[in-house]
């Protein structure tokens, strides 16, 4: 040790000050320089807070300072610490346990914020894993009850939306963003909402609604994390602006205008903030520009340029890149513009940055204007291949005439087919042409088959014999590949298929239709023959043809469908959500990759992006009634109750007198408080399901009590009081919990406290479906405290004889003998949280309950003393007779 125990403190305490006074000021640079001497200190007197500390503002400002290298190294290590108890003993056997998790509680977030930004720099918003960094982060900030962080990712989720060319997608995070204000004046994310809105903007060519974005932006900039920089980087997006428009007003003219008020600080020293002199600089580069000082602005941009790249800041160099290319080209000189096309296109293609290829290919189109910032008029299909009128024989395959063209996926539960039930999976076959009229003749005789397996196998066999014939062009040797592929798996002789396509197609394998088809023959043959599956073909070679594939041809939807196909069957989510998201974006109206995209963001529980995937298909056509069906689901799980409306009217239209229509109809109606409405749709339900009376009757009685009418109110719930719950096998206990919420709605409407209101209370509290309402107006009886903790109580329940009549036994219980339930509870103490847990459980069983564990969750908070949730009941088996 260099010291005592007090005179570290005061050293640690002195940097820490130093620090945040630095930071607050936007000096970064000397704050870095004060950052990792107090990390050494806290290494070497193992001091595990003012570690974390350091690293937590390493990984923050080292982006601000084009160094993602030691920001992805101060994640990866914080996380560790974060996550692994061991670990963080080994750093400092005696750290403060209290102090620990309050750390953990409010840094695991950022850490993972922090590594999916600094990777996003490095390497590409788009680039292989980054996906799965918003599945992560997201996860992360349930897990730790932040949620408040969720915006966090969906701002980094604007940027890897942007990145892969979906502006639709890309704007629905950050119109998220803008529109969420945070609880927390210094918490507050809303201005980068806006801004990302007004650099879309932008980038389309609409500058007017940019300016108008960036005037939002300002507005609430001052509620902002860090107000000083949010307002310098908007200045300088406005004047740019400016510039574009060929404006004379001044920014400090223009917000005055429209109200707002801003100090305009002067920006810090070059160097302080090297992320804020590129914003400076590129804002000066589009004046010089604008005015005609092409070298000059071609000065600023080359010297940022070399930095970045030297810096690996590859997000940030295309930008600048794009830059220098567009001043080029406006400056008349394409000839010193070509060989820096070449460069920049190999990287974004490797990065998977289509947005950068888009604007790419939008600068060299001969006719399109040129944009000082490298905006774009053209649509993605046009503007993706870069590819010269010389280079067009050895190009890949027109996606638009490709021999697989808009085929439907293959797996299994999804395929289509115009063969008729139980055909093999053709997809709509008849709108593909081949320039082989043998190979149409065959595709002709697999769409007759009707699934007949003597056809096929026929047909298979003279799919392997067409195989000696001469192959004349990689279109045809893409179609055989792909229908040998349809008729092996039907068949299961994927082995047989894989044996006499793969030598044949070989001399194609610079096609980027081909490469894809044939990995995915490729990955059947590995799931149908395990055991010779690395002998026949490596998974490895699988995975580079899917990746080379989509990267020599990302205007192909068909390949990156398949390719989420092969990702998903290796548990590889992230890249399969990039895969469809990517096939999606070419094709809004195929209802197909709209509903497996959808699927994807529902097992990541991002309900509102799913939503939405489903209403853009909607918007552009598709009419497939499963869409209608799943959006109004959906809309109905993140409170878009008018949404939820419509798409269940289209789904009537469309398969009209469906069960549980009218229900969900019926409460989204109830939801935007429309209770003659929804009682008209709770009617029509009763009609088609009878046997449905419990939803019926606590959908009345919400009705009612919106309304206002206490008698029908107590009438219903009365109704709904004498179902067996015991014989209610329709529902899920999922459904069941969203419905007694209503039921608690619905009670909570009686004018006066009544015993009926109390017996639909022990009836919630019974079945393990209480809704956390309930626990809150119990909470509000009595007075907050500070320095509450929050735990989880277990508590073991045994059941008596009277159980299977008993009102909390659901459906599928009636033969338990005990079950376990989990209490979330908030307490002075752990022994106080198992009392309140205990006195819960007691109302509601016939013998006592038992007291199995009390788990700290951590936490400090202002709340009164009591119940924040109840768990479902989970069965216990009889234990052996000894």
């Known amino acids: 040790m260099s010291g005592g125990v007090e005179e570290i403190d005061g050293r640690i305490d002195d940097l ?127 897990r730790t009850g932040k949620l408040e962080c969720i915006t966090c990712f969906r701002e980094y989720a604007t940027d890897v939306y942007l990145a892969a060319d979906d502006f639709d997608m890309a704007l629905h995070h950050a119109r998220y963003v803008a529109g969420h204000r945070a609880a927390e004046r210094g918490s507050d994310r809303r201005w980068g909402g806006y801004e990302r809105i007004a650099a879309m903007e932008m980038l389309r060519g609409n500058l007017e609604a940019a300016l108008t974005a960036n005037t939002e932006a300002f507005s609430v900039a001052g509620e902002s994390y860090d107000p000083l920089n949010a307002r310098r980087i908007l200045v300088a997006q406005l004047e740019t602006l400016l510039a574009l428009l060929n404006r004379d007003d001044s920014a400090p003219e223009l917000l005055h205008q429209a109200g707002v008020s801003v100090d305009f600080e002067r920006v810090p020293e070059a160097g302080e903030n090297l992320r804020l002199d590129l914003t400076c600089k590129l804002r000066e580069a589009t004046r010089l520009v604008c005015a005609g000082d092409f070298q000059m602005a071609l000065r600023e941009l080359s010297a940022w340029d070399r930095l970045l790249n030297s810096q690996r800041c590859v997000e940030l160099w295309f930008e600048v890149r794009l830059r220098i290319i567009a001043t080029y080209l406006l400056a008349g000189q394409p000839d010193r513009a070509t060989p820096l096309i070449a460069a920049l296109e190999a990287r974004a293609r490797a990065a998977h940055d289509w947005l950068t290829l888009r604007r790419l290919a939008a600068l060299t189109e001969p006719t399109a204007a040129v944009s000082p910032v490298a905006a774009f008029t053209t649509t993605p299909r046009d503007s993706i291949h870069l590819v010269r009128d010389s280079d067009r024989q050895s190009s890949p395959a027109d996606p638009a005439q490709g021999p697989d063209g808009p085929v439907a996926d293959l797996s299994p539960g999804n395929e289509m087919t115009e063969a008729g039930a139980g055909g093999p999976p053709l997809g709509p076959v008849a709108e593909l042409e081949s320039r082989s009229a043998s190979l149409t003749a065959l595709a002709d005789r697999l769409r007759s088959s009707s699934g007949d397996e003597a056809a096929l196998g026929r047909l298979l066999d003279d799919l392997i014999f067409r195989v000696r014939e001469p192959i004349e062009t990689a279109r045809d040797a893409a179609w055989l590949a792909h229908l040998t592929h349809l008729c092996a798996r039907f068949l299961e002789r994927e082995r047989d298929g894989w044996m006499a396509i793969r030598p044949a197609v070989d001399r194609f394998l610079g096609d980027a239709v081909v490469m894809n088809v044939l990995a995915d023959l490729g990955r059947s043959v590995r799931e149908r023959c395990p055991t010779e599956a690395d002998a026949l073909v490596p998974a490895e070679q699988i995975d580079e043809w899917f990746r080379v594939s989509l990267e020599l041809d990302p205007s192909h939807g068909r390949n990156f469908s398949r390719a989420g196909d092969y990702y998903l069957s290796v548990n590889r989510p992230g890249e399969a959500e990039r895969g469809f998201a990517r096939a999606f974006r070419l094709d809004r109206s195929d209802a197909h990759l709209a509903l497996r995209l959808s699927e994807i963001y529902q097992q990541s529980d991002r309900p509102r992006d799913a939503v939405a995937v489903l209403d853009m298909a909607i918007r552009e056509g598709a009419n497939d009634p499963t869409l209608f069906w799943q959006a109004g689901i959906l809309a109905l799980s993140v409170d878009r109750y008018d949404s939820a409306v419509s798409y269940f009217v289209k789904f009537e239209e469309l398969q009209p007198g469906e069960p549980w229509t009218q229900y969900y109809r019926a409460l989204a109606l109830l939801e935007s408080n429309r209770p003659g409405l929804g009682l008209a749709a709770i009617d029509l339900e009763a009609q088609r399901s009878p046997e449905h009376r419990l939803p019926v009757a606590i959908l009345r009685a919400w009705a009612f009590s919106l309304h206002g009418d206490q008698p029908r109110l107590t009438e219903q719930l009365g109704h709904a009081l004498a179902e067996p719950l015991s014989r209610v096998d329709y529902l899920t206990e999922a459904g069941l919990a969203r419905l007694f919420d209503r039921l608690y709605r619905a009670a909570c409407g009686l004018s006066s406290p009544t015993g009926q209101r109390d017996e639909v209370e022990r009836l919630l509290i019974a079945t393990g479906l209480a809704p956390e309402a309930l626990f809150e107006a119990d909470r509000a009886k009595r007075d907050s405290i500070d320095d509450l903790g929050f735990f989880v109580a277990v508590v073991h329940q045994p059941l008596g004889p009277d159980w299977p009549t008993s009102s909390g036994c659901l459906a599928g219980q009636s033969e338990w003998t005990a079950y376990r339930a989990a209490w979330g509870v908030l307490a002075r103490d752990e022994e106080e949280a198992g009392a309140i847990a205990l006195a819960w459980q007691a109302r509601i069983g016939s013998l006592p309950p038992r007291l199995v564990e009390v788990q700290s969750q951590g936490g400090s908070y202002r709340d009164a003393p009591g119940v924040v949730w109840q768990g479902l009941h989970q069965s216990i088996e009889p234990e052996p007779l000894a």
């Not at 000050?17 to 936007?26: F, K, M, T, V, Y």
């Not at 107090?38 to 570690?51: G, M």
């Not at 209290?98 to 490095?122: K, P």
Request: glycine share 6%.
């Open 16 to 142: 820490m000050d130093r620090i945040r006074q630095l930071r607050e000021a936007g000096l970064l640079r000397s704050s870095l320089r004060l950052t990792r001497e107090l990390k050494r200190l806290a290494r070497s007197e193992q001091r595990l807070i003012p570690y974390l500390l350091a690293n937590f503002y390493l990984m923050n400002d080292s982006r601000s300072q084009l160094a993602p290298e030691e920001g992805i190294e101060a994640a990866i290590e914080t996380i560790s610490l974060l996550e692994s108890e061991d670990r963080a003993r080994a750093f400092q056997p005696d750290f403060p346990q209290a102090e620990y998790l309050h750390t953990v509680g409010w840094m695991s977030t950022c850490a993972y914020d922090n590594l999916a930004e600094n990777i996003g720099l490095r390497d590409g918003y788009n680039s292989p894993g980054m996906h799965d960094c918003i599945n992560d982060g997201l996860t992360v900030c349930r």
